[in-house]
């Protein structure tokens, strides 16, 4: 079993990439620099998580509070 974050996959090797209610446990901008790194150009990733019902909310682990935040 491996990280989300580091899967150890070569860059563009994945035609696809799914990610089932985990993408939140990591490190939310790792994770997807990760699956953009592995993504062949084309290819589509489907991700589930949990998510705050508003961004920011004081009552969530500060790693998921703003995961609607754009990816640099």
Same mark, same amino acid.
């Given at each position: 079993?491996?990280?989300?974050?580091?899967?150890?996959?070569?860059?563009?090797?994945?035609?696809?990439?799914?990610?089932?209610?985990?993408?939140?446990?990591?490190?939310?901008?790792?994770?997807?620099?990760?699956?953009a790194r592995?993504?062949?150009? !084309?290819?589509? *990733?489907?991700?589930?998580?949990? +998510?705050? $019902?508003? /961004? !920011?909310d004081e *009552?969530?682990?500060?790693?998921? +509070?703003? $995961?609607? /935040?754009?990816?640099?």
């Amino acid at each position: 079993m491996g990280r989300v974050e580091a899967t150890g996959l070569a860059d563009a090797s994945a035609d696809a990439v799914m990610c089932i209610d985990a993408f939140q446990f990591g490190d939310p901008r790792a994770t997807a620099l990760e699956i953009a790194r592995i993504l062949r150009p !084309g290819a589509r *990733a489907v991700l589930t998580n949990w +998510r705050p $019902l508003q /961004a !920011g909310d004081e *009552a969530l682990p500060e790693r998921v +509070r703003d $995961l609607d /935040a754009p990816v640099h």
